[in-house]
């Protein structure tokens, strides 16, 4: 199992970016796929985390209403489309597997068993 994590970068304060998570060697319909992230000298946090098959999904307090998470099943890949993104937005973003069978999506870092490389998301000004 494979999960690519792309699109960060650089953003001023409001502004949007577009994560995605490409992910292989599994079923995506079969797998909840979660969204965390890291800040210097902070817990890895949940972010976001859908299960693929009937679209259910979770957004911390945080960042409902500003954050986005979508799935294209053919494409094997999640998105998380993050906008009014905020300074304290600012960490590496990572994306998350676990199968789905007797799960709910959440953002218990510990659920989660198959991790993608991070990607770095900046929002200054």
């Known amino acids: 199992v494979q999960l690519q994590a792309s699109g960060g970068g650089l953003v001023q304060p409001g502004g949007s970016l577009r994560l995605s998570c490409v992910v292989s060697?599994?079923?995506?319909?079969?797998?909840?796929i979660g969204w965390f992230r890291q800040a210097p000298g902070k817990l890895r946090e949940g972010v976001s985390s859908?299960?693929?098959?009937?679209?259910?999904?979770y957004y911390a307090n945080s960042v409902k209403d500003r954050f986005t998470i979508s799935s294209d099943n053919a494409k094997n890949t999640v998105y998380l489309e993050m906008r009014s993104l905020k300074p304290g937005d600012t960490a590496v973003y990572y994306c998350?597997?676990?199968?789905?069978?007797?799960?709910?999506?959440?953002?218990?870092?510990?659920?989660?068993?198959?991790w993608g490389q991070g990607t770095q998301v900046t929002v200054s000004s």
């Open positions: 998350a597997g676990r199968i789905a069978r007797y799960h709910y999506p959440s953002g218990d870092v510990d659920g989660y068993d198959y």
């Open positions: 060697g599994i079923t995506l319909e079969d797998y909840i």
């Open positions: 859908i299960r693929t098959r009937d679209g259910t999904t």
